[in-house]
């Protein structure tokens, strides 16, 4: 919906966007999210020229369940958040194919969208991420063209909340709302994992771009990852006393990019070993009965990496039925359960080649400390080696463990999150939250309803009816860990738009 700047502004500040804004942004500050909007439309403004235009946001996502598994084609359970790209955006003048692209504190992107061909001096920046977009929608018959736009992004940049992801998809959608191309979430989604791909350089999963896509809490299933099976569930942990706390280690993501691929290739070795190319078509008891054979072809590290997809791709299944079944307390015992599996199997928690830099250890170990027993739950955030922890801490201890943590980490260094219902839309006055009246069209194009695939989502499953039982570890204390991030690697791609 393109809409004159005034026009627009006017319409943001007499509060007929406030039940959108709220429905994006949940647990935020309404003023400031106004406040936001206009600077960004002043800022296409005084950039591009007045002229109608289309605001555009896509959020930046948290891993929780399934660390490493979506790269082999596994389930993963992930969440969009209330940090997010906004974009002001507007067709080219003229009708050209020149994506032209200003994002607060980076230097002009100017890409000619007539060539469609990876370019080396592209590689690990946002330009790469523009035009592998439009690639991908464009060989597959999908409208593009070109655009201005001035885009500001509160993703925290090297927090695993992957802006890389989300730039991704704010462009994505920026080609959908400008030239109704009727491109799906999931769509959006494989566009943006191959411009990353493709374009930037970085090995990427699907898991980050699909969470930041669909939105909410969704249950993925990649098993075919030309069409993943998907699920959003309806959990407001929230309303159960829980916060969602993303705490920043300061640790370094500096010359890791061969520790975040070395996950992917290990357990592709195990895989190859046994005649397959991903573990997901591995059968577990084939694994575990080849496991002498596989030291010597493989290693020890990569026989427990694959010990790890086993337990962690189950139990991403078992943590969306326990959200969906409203069993909090078990949903939390599964994330402790599974961070233990990260640190022991995955082992992404620090780098062996700097064993004296565990700022993420020293973190896990205090949030075990403050939490254990008490409620809570905590993994890794990322892609491991350095950055973040994820916490779900209740409410009656988030002053204890914010304060505990910014007294090691610095002031600020715990951020409170919230879960965010949509993925990447359109900004109208008519967004609303699913079951909330009119939505404007926009609730179908941000992902899919719960229990069915809508809009192209590929085909639902349901998450309690297949896969075999096995014990989750619910209700264990201890351990932390976990990855947040596509693939090994994902979040070396961050730097490109913090």
Not at 296 to 315: C, I, M, P, S
Request: a negative charge; hydrophobic letters at 35%.
């Amino acid at each position: 919906m393109l809409t004159p700047p005034r026009e627009l502004k006017k319409a943001i500040s007499g509060g007929a966007y406030d039940a959108a804004l709220t429905a994006l942004y949940p647990g935020s500050d309404l003023p400031g999210r106004r406040e936001r909007c206009l600077r960004v439309i002043d800022g296409f403004a005084e950039t591009f020229g007045e002229r109608p235009l289309a605001l555009i946001s896509a959020p930046g996502r948290t891993e929780v369940g399934g660390n490493h598994t979506d790269h082999q084609r596994g389930m993963v359970l992930a969440a969009a958040v209330n940090l997010d790209i906004l974009c002001a955006a507007a067709p080219s003048e003229g009708g050209g194919l020149r994506a032209r692209v200003l994002s607060e504190g980076y230097p002009m992107d100017d890409v000619d969208l007539g060539d469609m061909a990876p370019r080396e001096s592209e590689r690990e920046t946002s330009a790469a991420m523009i035009r592998g977009v439009a690639a991908w929608l464009g060989e597959r018959g999908k409208a593009f063209g070109g655009f201005d736009a001035y885009t500001a992004s509160d993703v925290l940049g090297g927090s695993g909340l992957s802006s890389s992801a989300a730039f991704e998809v704010a462009m994505g959608c920026i080609f959908r709302a400008l030239y109704a191309n009727g491109a799906t979430p999931v769509e959006i989604a494989i566009a943006g994992q191959s411009a990353e791909t493709r374009y930037f350089g970085k090995p990427s999963g699907l898991m980050d771009q699909t969470a930041s896509s669909v939105g909410g809490f969704t249950w993925i299933d990649f098993a075919d990852p030309s069409a993943p099976k998907i699920e959003k569930i309806d959990a407001d942990l929230a309303s159960r006393g829980l916060r969602l706390c993303i705490v920043d280690t300061k640790g370094s993501h500096a010359n890791l990019t061969a520790e975040y691929a070395a996950i992917p290739r290990e357990m592709g070795m195990v895989a190859r070993a046994l005649g397959k190319e991903h573990l997901r078509e591995v059968p577990e008891a084939e694994f575990y009965a080849s496991v002498a054979e596989l030291r010597e072809k493989a290693g020890d590290r990569a026989v427990l990496r694959a010990a790890h997809f086993f337990f962690d791709n189950a139990l991403a299944r078992e943590e969306a039925l326990a959200l969906r079944e409203n069993r909090v307390q078990d949903f939390l015992g599964m994330v402790v359960s599974s961070g233990q599996s990260s640190f022991a199997y995955l082992q992404n928690v620090f780098s062996p080649a700097s064993p004296q830099s565990q700022s993420v250890s020293v973190a896990l170990a205090l949030s075990d400390a403050i939490l254990r027993g008490r409620g809570g739950a905590w993994r890794v955030h990322g892609g491991g080696f350095a950055g973040t922890v994820q916490a779900f801490v209740p409410d009656g201890l988030l002053d204890e463990y914010r304060s505990r943590m910014e007294a090691v980490f610095g002031q600020g260094a715990c951020h409170v999150l919230t879960i965010r219902p949509f993925g990447g839309v359109e900004l109208t006055p008519g967004l609303r939250l699913p079951g909330g009246g009119e939505d404007g069209g926009e609730s179908e194009k941000s992902g899919c309803g719960e229990g069915k695939s809508g809009g192209g989502c590929g085909e639902s499953e349901d998450i309690g009816g297949s896969g075999r039982e096995r014990e989750s570890g619910c209700g264990e204390d201890g351990g932390d860990a976990g990855r947040s991030g596509g693939s090994g690697g994902k979040d070396c791609g961050e730097g490109a738009r913090g």
